[in-house]
């Protein structure tokens, strides 16, 4: 995706149509590198999204919202202090790089008044969003704190002077002349491709726009410098003015390219060619189209990254964990041959006077056997024939005790499996940081993952929220819940269910938990199939077909003493069996 410094241009024109004159209603810090600011002005509200996420930097005007910590960190409380009832007075932008500037004025402590900057840095892991004193340039603190041990070439913390990043001996694209870029010709290694011939000597300039300049010219992108005629360099450099020129215009064309399956492959704040014309879509703002492309992604990006720990951690245990249950089966097999350890050990006192000393085995008539066919006995010669027998005796005895440990081991060894794979697929369902979270605290409760002083905290705050699990509406008009976690699927049966509700759960494997609501009227058939394709869809059988589930009332539904979290037992059920899919999901109404 294109976040270049044309695109951020894009979005300074539309910032500061938008903000300046604007007053500072709110400040919020929704993730550790993520701030949201709240602006009011000529009656409208705005929401300015910054972000220094390394995956995902960007700054835009955005019309989601999301949830906030309950205690704000030290960064937004900081820029609440100074920003919160203040003035925008201006947006620049820092040539033509990914390096914006916000120019605030509000009153210090002693009601005079001053002028902040808010610097964002959009720079991949290197990303940051820098407060400081406009007058001095004194930073006052950042959302990232840079010291010596991470750069030694650029330190950001407060107290320190303000320094731009290096440019990397970048030209200004807005400030070139034809002289200029005839000499960057020239000077450039022959053989690089065309397309890289901007982006490496020009700042703002993306890949994407690169390419595209080399489109309008008729040139192949991958032509080496060396193989171009005069008359190629008059067409690029026409090309590259164009493209130029529209930015010096503030001429922009927002727009996004549809992939094959309707995703956004591509988008851009200039009209672009190299896709060609079918896919395109035009937005009034860059902000919108950054809104649609960011809003979803972001999620995803922070999704991944945070369960990326937890999901490893669960599988390592769960292979361990198989590994157990294989070794545990073994050992049982074993245990089931052990009567012939008590006809060896009765064998060898019963002819103990039979017997050399010394032997490693002996043949003896099994007088168990109707023939009393010989039976070879392999014996200890290290030790008498009556502590060979003795041993034979005790290890029978191990073994018959062993089998009905073996037994309860194996029950709760395949529980223990049944819960990590429930996890591992919440894990894949999960569709917000929230949600992991919630996962993430199950584990603790349930000592899978260590807790710290922050995950304390987090789970006295989860104990106040309340649980979310997904809420659809059948096409009879019932109400169907789905939980999407182990503490979601034990708030679903145990709390939200009543016990002539009906509960839904696919056969013999993980899954979630689906209720529907009875509400004292009888359940059409296709309001079953529905809960069921549901149960079927959130479960270790969502890419299988004729997938059973069993269902039953509520009542009959029971928890187990001492289970791990949403593990449940139940009886008196019936069963339906379904072909989920993606697509029967998205028919049923889901209510947000």
């Known amino acids: ?55 995902n930097p960007r700054i835009y005007l955005t019309n989601s919202s ?16 100074h920003l919160i ?47 400081l004193e406009k007058e001095t340039q ?34 200004n694209p807005l400030n070139t002349s034809k002289e200029e870029f005839l000499s960057l010709i020239k000077a450039t290694e022959q053989t690089t491709h065309i397309y890289k011939f901007f982006y490496f000597n020009y700042m703002g300039l993306s890949p994407l726009i690169s390419k595209e300049i080399c489109f309008n010219s008729n040139i192949d992108i991958k032509r080496g410098i060396g193989t171009l005629s005069s008359h190629d360099i008059e067409k690029l450099y026409e090309s590259f003015y164009n493209i130029i020129n529209q930015v010096k215009l503030k001429d922009f064309n927002p727009l996004y390219i549809k992939g094959a399956q309707g995703e956004i492959a591509a988008f851009y704040s200039l009209d672009i060619h190299l896709f060609g014309e079918e896919n395109k879509v035009y937005l009034p703002t860059i902000s919108e189209i950054l809104d649609k492309v960011y809003d979803s992604k972001d999620t995803f990006d922070r999704v991944s990254q945070k369960s990326q720990s937890i999901k490893k951690s669960i599988q390592i245990k769960l292979d361990r964990t198989i590994n157990k249950l294989s070794k545990q089966s073994n050992e049982l097999l074993e245990s089931k041959d052990r009567e012939k350890y008590k006809v060896y050990a009765d064998l060898i006192s019963a002819n103990i006077h039979n017997i050399k000393p010394g032997v490693e085995s002996i043949d003896l008539p099994n007088f168990y056997d109707e023939n009393m066919e010989l039976l070879n006995i392999p014996l200890d010669k ?42 591992l697929i919440s894990i894949d369902h999960s569709t917000n940081v929230e949600e992991i979270d919630e996962i993430r605290d199950e584990l603790i409760k349930e000592s899978y993952i260590r807790d710290t002083s922050k995950d304390k905290l987090r789970r006295k705050r989860k104990k106040q929220k309340e649980f979310k699990p997904y809420h659809y509406i059948s096409q009879d008009g019932f109400d169907m819940y789905v939980g999407k976690n182990n503490l979601q699927n034990e708030y679903v049966t145990l709390k939200l269910a009543r016990k002539d509700d009906l ?4 056969q ?28 079927a869809y959130y479960s270790k059988a969502k890419n299988s077909s004729n997938v059973s589930i069993d269902y039953t009332e509520k009542k009959h539904v029971k928890k187990p003493a001492n289970s791990k979290t949403g593990m449940v037992i139940y009886d008196n059920f019936k069963t339906i069996n379904i072909n989920p899919s993606k697509e029967k999901i998205d028919k049923i109404k889901p209510v947000d």
């Open 138 to 171: 004194r930073i006052i603190d950042s959302i990232k704190r840079v010291s010596f041990d991470i750069s030694r070439v650029r330190q950001i913390l407060p107290g320190n002077n303000y320094v731009y990043p290096p440019n990397q001996d970048k030209h």
């Open 508 to 535: 013999g494997m993980p899954g979630s938990h689906v209720i529907i609501k009875k509400e004292n009227k009888e359940i059409p058939t296709s309001t079953l199939e529905e809960a069921a394709t549901l149960a």
């Open 85 to 131: 009832g203040g003035t925008i007075l201006n947006i620049e932008q820092f040539n033509l790089d990914r390096i914006v500037l916000i120019d605030i004025s509000s009153l210090d402590e002693l009601g005079d008044p001053t002028e902040k900057t808010l610097i964002v840095e959009i720079m991949g892991k290197h990303s940051n969003i820098i407060f």
């Open 66 to 81: 999301k949830q906030n910590p309950p205690e704000p960190p030290m960064f937004c409380m900081l820029l609440r202090k």
């Open 503 to 506: 509960w839904f759960h696919v």
């Open 1 to 55: 995706m294109a976040f270049d410094g044309i695109v951020t241009n894009t979005i300074i024109s539309e910032l500061k149509a938008a903000l300046i004159g604007g007053r500072v209603d709110k400040v919020y810090q929704p993730e550790k590198d993520e701030i949201l600011i709240y602006i009011r002005n000529k009656g409208e509200n705005f929401r300015l999204l910054i972000s220094s996420a390394s995956n």
């Open 382 to 423: 290290t030790i008498s024939l009556p502590a060979n027998a003795q041993r034979y005796y005790k290890k029978y005895s191990k073994l018959k005790t062993a089998e009905s440990l073996l037994k309860v081991q194996i029950k709760e060894t395949k529980d223990e499996i049944d819960y990590l794979e429930n996890v």
